[in-house]
């Protein structure tokens, strides 16, 4: 069983004012926040959004059909998971492609697709506190991942 925060409430010289400082017990279940990057109307996310609500996890969603991603972003997620694991090559948007497009064997290739056709893109992409990546919903997997 964990321990419950402590509230310390300092007065000040003035009525109207009082400090509150909460304090957490290394031992506290943390609420974890996650960033999800996705398109909202997937499967896939909408597994991911719903397990987060009954788990109580706190999310922040972009919609990369309807945002896009930024550059330096896919750069970043290319050099920390390895482009192939970020192209979704089982998709319809994938099967749409021609030989050419599909063709790509770098990971400046694989910038330019994603960026062009934002739905090749592996979901979710979620970054948890600490800034590290996942992709893909295993529920065991996203469990120990977020909290």
Same mark, same amino acid.
């Given at each position: 069983m964990s321990t419950p925060p402590?509230?310390?409430?300092?007065? $000040?010289?003035?009525a109207l004012f009082a400090m509150?400082? *909460? +304090?957490?017990?290394?031992?506290?279940?943390?609420?974890a926040m996650?960033?999800?990057?996705?398109?909202?109307?997937? @499967?896939? /996310?909408?597994?991911?959004?719903? !397990?987060?609500e009954s788990n109580g996890i706190r999310y922040e969603f972009h919609d990369y059909k309807k945002l896009g991603v930024p550059r330096e972003r896919l750069v970043q997620w290319c050099r920390? +998971?390895? !482009?192939?694991? +970020?192209?979704n090559t089982k998709g319809p948007t994938w099967r749409k492609l021609?030989?050419?497009?599909?063709? *790509?064997?770098?990971?400046?290739?694989?910038? $330019?697709? /994603? /960026?062009?056709h934002s739905s090749v893109i592996r979901r979710p992409v979620v970054e948890? @506190? $600490?800034?590290?990546f +996942?992709?893909?919903? @295993?529920?065991? *997997?996203? @469990?120990?991942f977020v909290r």
């Open positions: 402590t509230i310390q409430v300092a007065a $000040a010289d003035s509150i400082r *909460v +304090l957490v017990p290394e031992t506290f279940p943390r609420i996650v960033k999800i990057y996705g398109i909202k109307n997937c @499967d896939t /996310m909408k597994k991911a959004f719903a !397990w987060c920390t +998971l390895g !482009w192939k694991t +970020l192209i021609t030989p050419e497009q599909q063709a *790509v064997t770098t990971q400046s290739q694989a910038v $330019a697709l /994603m /960026m062009e948890n @506190d $600490a800034g590290q +996942l992709v893909g919903f @295993d529920p065991t *997997v996203f @469990d120990s």
